[in-house]
């Protein structure tokens, strides 16, 4: 069974500090990996997705993949107040047109 | 980039009716499109796969005589939950894919469900 795991948190820090976010998957055929925000009562927006081992960096966010681990993560540089929400990790077995696979989620925090 | 909607966005209903649902693709055509449920403090449950012109795929467990789907159109999909039981109250999402080369999905706003 598909499986994708992530510490549910709550993940506190202040604000201007670095959030960093962890998640592991099963399926080693996985070849997709992405990072959605959820606020409470809204639907998941894309952060960043990611392919290749290594780093990604989107202005304030950094994703990184470690096929060898199977482990992503997704860094946030300089946290804000308004970074607080709920960041779902999902996964991709198989090419374009498959559903996603999402962990529980990490509650974020960040203090002003 | 590419936008869905979902209709309506809140529904209050009594137990026993049935509900629709309506995911729609608004600037892109979705051969394909997922619907989600979400229970409260809980991550996004893939409930089935809506196939344009085709009968749709359920996951195990999600009972395809209570929540049907029709995927009318290229840029339609619509999810009827009948005869709704309060232990199916809970947040409805759907999403597309966009077509290759690009691998991003596009989530609707959501569906809000109570069932009184």
């Given amino acids: 069974q598909k499986e994708v795991e992530q510490n549910s948190g709550p993940l506190s820090v202040p604000e201007g500090a670095i959030a960093s976010l962890n998640c592991t998957y099963s399926d080693r055929g996985s070849q997709s990996f992405f990072w959605y925000r959820q606020y409470s009562g809204k639907s998941p927006e894309l952060i960043m997705f990611i392919y290749s081992n290594g780093d990604k960096e989107d202005g304030r966010f950094t994703a990184q993949l470690n096929k060898a681990s199977q482990y992503v993560s997704l860094l946030i540089r300089d946290s804000q107040p308004s970074d607080s929400a709920t960041y779902l990790c999902a996964v991709k077995v198989g090419q374009a047109g498959t559903a996603l696979i999402f962990g529980k989620g990490t509650t974020l925090s960040v203090s002003s | ?116």
């Fill in chain 2, 1 to 116: 980039g590419a936008v869905v909607s979902q209709h309506p966005s809140r529904v209050i209903c009594k137990s026993g009716t049935s509900v629709k649902i309506e995911c729609r693709s608004l600037d892109f055509q979705a051969t394909t499109m997922f619907w989600y449920r979400q229970f409260p403090k809980q991550s996004l449950m893939l409930m089935a796969t809506s196939n344009e012109g085709s009968k749709a795929t359920y996951e195990q467990g999600v009972e395809k005589d209570k929540f049907l789907i029709n995927h009318a159109s290229l840029t339609l999909s619509t999810l009827t939950v009948t005869s709704a039981h309060p232990e199916d109250s809970s947040f409805y999402i759907c999403s597309a894919p966009t077509r290759p080369p690009s691998n991003e999905q596009f989530f609707g706003p959501g569906t809000r469900l109570t069932v009184l």
